[in-house]
């Protein structure tokens, strides 16, 4: 069984600006998103994160758009070939329901936006 048939919920590719504030630094680590679901994200990043690290997302959703902050733990960190970057997987914890609410409206809209595109 494939990564994707065991997810829960469908991921989307999209670079979305995030900003990741790791609770054990003062580091904020600006990247971009390769992909989002209602339950996590993968991105880029220049230093890798401990598993199970906690760390406080901001995610824009849109231009203009307030953003969208949610806690998350690291669940993997692993090396980008030939490159001293790290892609980083991110799980959601408890977050407020108007976030929740915003990430999901952003998600269906994008999805079905995809869907619209290779009709």
């Avoid at 469908?10 to 992909?35: A, C, E, G, M, W």
């Avoid at 220049?46 to 969208?68: A, I, Y």
Wanted: aromatic content about 8%.
């Amino acid at each position: 069984m494939s990564a994707q048939e065991r997810r829960r919920f469908p991921r989307i590719s999209s670079h979305l600006p995030v900003q990741l504030f790791p609770r054990q630094s003062s580091k904020i680590i600006q990247t971009l998103t390769n992909d989002v679901s209602v339950n996590g994200l993968r991105c880029v990043s220049p230093v890798p994160l401990p598993t199970t690290s906690p760390c406080l997302v901001e995610l824009l959703l849109g231009t203009g758009q307030e953003p969208v902050y949610l806690e998350a733990s690291v669940i993997w960190s692993k090396p980008i070939p030939n490159s001293e970057q790290y892609h980083l997987g991110f799980s959601f914890d408890a977050t407020m329901d108007v976030y929740t609410s915003r990430l999901s409206t952003y998600l269906e809209k994008a999805s079905g936006q995809l869907a619209g595109s290779s009709a």
